[in-house]
């Protein structure tokens, strides 16, 4: 079961969109330096299709793109609210911050629109890093993946 513990409305998770941005526990990765440890531990309210379509509904005008942030722990039932948001609220986009160093196998990753790969390792630094192992992935128009981690480096294009 996905486990949510709070929320909040960002803009720099995810270039050119507003994003609500949930915060999944239960976190497998144990990345060292990892700015949310809380989240290792299975605590706060299940994220069921329907809470999840109550949290949208109260920000769908000011939001152009939900964000799961984590999830590793159950990477199909992540894609699986991904496939409902589509359904419910086609005119979202939908991101996922995972802390894998790859796209999960027997997972529909086309339910997403962007997807952050990479556990956090602080020598190599953040996505805003040129050292960085963490890669922002976009889904272009031909199903593919584009990499667009450089749009969160200083003097890329408006974020």
């Not at 999830?71 to 802390?99: E, F, K, M, T």
């Not at 272009?140 to 294009?157: L, S, V, Y």
């Amino acid at each position: 079961m996905l486990k949510y513990t709070n929320y909040d409305v960002v803009f720099q998770e995810i270039p050119d969109e507003v994003s609500l941005a949930i915060n999944l526990s239960n976190c497998p990765n144990n990345c060292p330096g990892c700015h949310s440890p809380y989240l290792l531990n299975d605590v706060g309210e299940e994220l069921s299709p329907s809470a999840l379509d109550g949290l949208v509904n109260r920000y769908a005008s000011s939001i152009t793109c939900v964000c799961f942030m984590g999830g590793d722990a159950a990477p199909q039932q992540v894609a699986n609210l991904a496939d409902a948001l589509h359904q419910s609220h086609p005119h979202l986009r939908v991101g996922w911050y995972s802390g894998k160093d790859a796209l999960p196998d027997g997972v529909n990753t086309n339910t997403f629109d962007y997807i952050k790969i990479g556990r956090y390792d602080a020598s190599l630094g953040p996505l805003s890093s040129t050292t960085t192992n963490q890669r922002m992935l976009k889904r272009n128009a031909q199903n593919k993946w584009d990499d667009i981690t450089h749009r969160f480096r200083k003097g890329a294009a408006a974020l």
